[in-house]
């Protein structure tokens, strides 16, 4: 016998975006993310330096470790590559380093820094006038209805939910999961079928502090908390299990979109700024 709910549940899933159907496509999806971009050797051929896409360059060998007691290596850092001519570490606020870059592993105060810093930039905020537009032209949820008092209502709601959610997932549980919030981007040294495919299955998958890949459950229980609060200021018919799997599967959708814009033009939209 057919299950109402879940069969409704199901009709709520078939409208996400292309990114969550990447997200959520099965298990050749994530074994294709996950064994496709393996760590590699560095240029340099030293055994020590592991570089990933999706982690920090991390040196590994003991003699390396003398340096974690070094003026550069401060907060729990581990020292990455300092060759001359090569490119610069990442900044501790860099949320999306450049193809390549070596970065620092974060402290718990990085990742609280990282999240408030996210949630209230630039890139977050066109993210919120893009989801308010859209509610706003196709008249869904949050159900304020279609005039400029509705827009005005809905981009509120946008910007709440966006910060609630980026606290949460980076501020709060990247540091109780031990999780790095950080995506790092491919390059275009590499197709755009992939580079897409890797970008939006980060919002599921992601590497812990020590480089392991994990499922991302900072990201997934930020996402979905974020949802939950929406009942303290939805519209009340909007306020229900239903509507909160819903805004938890569009915020998951909004979040694969937001990697793959990154992972694309990140050039433009980063680099400048670094």
């Known amino acids: 016998m057919n299950n109402p709910l879940s069969g409704h549940l199901c009709s709520i899933l078939s409208r996400h975006t292309l990114a969550i159907c ?18 590699q050797l560095s240029a340099s051929n030293r055994p020590d330096l592991v570089t990933l896409p999706d982690a920090p360059s991390i040196l590994r060998s003991s003699a390396s470790a003398a340096s974690l007691d070094s003026p550069q290596s401060t907060s729990g850092s581990v020292s990455t590559s300092t060759a001359p001519g090569s490119m610069p570490e990442a ?12 970065a620092p592993v974060l402290t718990s105060h990085d990742k609280v ?35 400029r008092g509705a827009f005005g209502q809905r981009l ?7 910060i609630s959610q980026d606290v949460l997932s980076d501020s709060v549980l990247a540091p109780a999961f031990h ?3 950080r ?37 997934i229980g930020g996402n979905l ?3 939950a609060l929406t009942n303290a200021y939805y519209p009340q018919q909007n306020r229900s299990t239903e509507q909160t799997m819903e805004t938890f599967g569009g915020s998951l959708g909004s979040t694969a979109l937001g990697n793959v814009i990154a992972e ?11």
Do not use: K
Not at 91 to 102: A, I, K, L, M
């Open 91 to 102: 900044s501790r606020t860099q949320r999306y380093p450049r193809p390549g870059q070596p």
């Open 156 to 162: 509120g709601a946008s910007a709440i939910r966006s």
């Open 225 to 227: 908390a974020g949802a």
């Open 113 to 147: 820094v990282m999240g408030l810093r996210g949630a209230f930039s630039p890139y977050a905020a066109v993210g919120w006038i893009a989801a308010a537009g859209y509610e706003q032209a196709t008249d869904s949820s949050p159900n304020y209805g279609t005039d």
């Open 179 to 181: 999780e790095d919030p």
């Open 22 to 39: 990447l997200l959520i496509s099965g298990s050749s999806l994530t074994r294709i993310a996950c064994a496709q971009f393996q760590p």
């Open 264 to 274: 694309l033009f990140g050039s433009i939209l980063f680099d400048h700024h670094h």
């Open 183 to 219: 995506y790092y981007r491919m390059g275009p040294g590499h197709s755009i079928v992939s580079r897409t495919v890797y970008a939006a299955s980060r919002a599921i998958i992601t590497r812990s502090d020590d480089g392991h890949t994990v499922p991302n459950f900072s990201q």
